[in-house]
């Protein structure tokens, strides 16, 4: 996608140890008009498959997840990182090692938001080594539905996440592709 590819050119950095910083448009201020035009990317891309319902993650997945159920006309959902007082109900859980935090949290969604029998979209801010996407796979599967695709607004290709996903016969679909992060530097994919 050309006009994400510009703003993570404009705006970007690259930190050690293959992050990439967004924080002026994606994880922390959050640009509404790039997450709307990402959001109708995704819902054009996956336009085919019937989705029921979006699942992402807190806190980053939420705006560009919200775009994407908004436009394909279906509920979003997100797992929360963190056990809450108001998750008193019975909840689908599952460990997942967080990239950018270093540590292992412990994910849930409660039950009654995912119905089984339903096709669910899983859409992701990043993508590095796919822990925090295939966790958000397993707790789909765990209520009996079934994922259909999983949308990456910025894939790190040169990461293990990709194989990961594809070989475990996900449909995998990024926004951006970066292929290296080296010296600083910002270079993507071909597409
Ligand atoms: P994974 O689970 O695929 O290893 O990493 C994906 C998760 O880690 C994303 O949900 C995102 O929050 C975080 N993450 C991974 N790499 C980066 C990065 O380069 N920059 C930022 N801002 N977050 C990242």
New binding site residues.
Partial sequence: MELLKQRILQEGFALPG?????DSFL?HQIDPALSAAMGKEFAQRFADFRVDRVLT?EA??IAVGLMTALELGVPLVFARKKKSVLMTEEAYTTD?F???KKETSHVSVLKKFLPKDERVLII??????????LGMARIVEMAGSEVIGIGIVIE?SFQA?HKRITDAGYHLESLARVKSLDNCQILFAEN
């Fill in positions: 293959n992050v990439l910083k967004v994880n993650i980053s997945g997942v967080s990239y950018t992701d801010d990043f993508l590095a080594n796919g822990d925090s996407a790190k996440g």
